[in-house]
């Protein structure tokens, strides 16, 4: 069982940056793709970004030139780098993680932004 621990919410001022940590434990293989979504109150949960084994990320359109996601691949840990943060940004971050047909999810993190 893949077990995975988000670190670094928190609140911040419109315009400020945040960066989000994301360790998985339990995996004895790289997971195929790492990512963070957001759940926002009365919304759906939604891509913020995502980054495969072989590094290649994708963005939602809301987080192009703002977010950058990186990962650790030999430690199955992926970073979430927010910068020029808005109010609209404030959700509950979750990680998730994918290995074959399986997806592993955080128990979330809060992210605050403040106008």
């Known amino acids: 069982q893949v077990q995975l621990v988000e670190s670094g919410g928190g609140l911040v001022q419109a315009g400020g940056s945040l960066r989000l940590s994301c360790a998985a434990s339990g995996a004895v293989v790289s997971l195929d793709v790492m990512g963070w979504y957001r759940q926002a109150p009365g919304n759906e949960r939604e891509l913020v970004a995502a980054?495969?084994?072989?590094?290649?990320?994708n963005y939602a359109e809301s987080s192009k030139g703002r977010f950058t996601i990186a990962r650790d691949g030999a430690k199955n840990t992926v970073y979430l780098q927010m910068n020029s943060l808005k109010p609209e940004d404030t959700a509950v971050y979750f990680c998730?993680?994918?290995?074959?047909?399986?997806?592993?999810w955080g128990q979330g993190t809060q992210v605050t932004v403040s106008s």
């Open positions: 980054i495969t084994s072989g590094g290649n990320p």
């Open positions: 998730s993680g994918r290995f074959r047909s399986s997806t592993y």
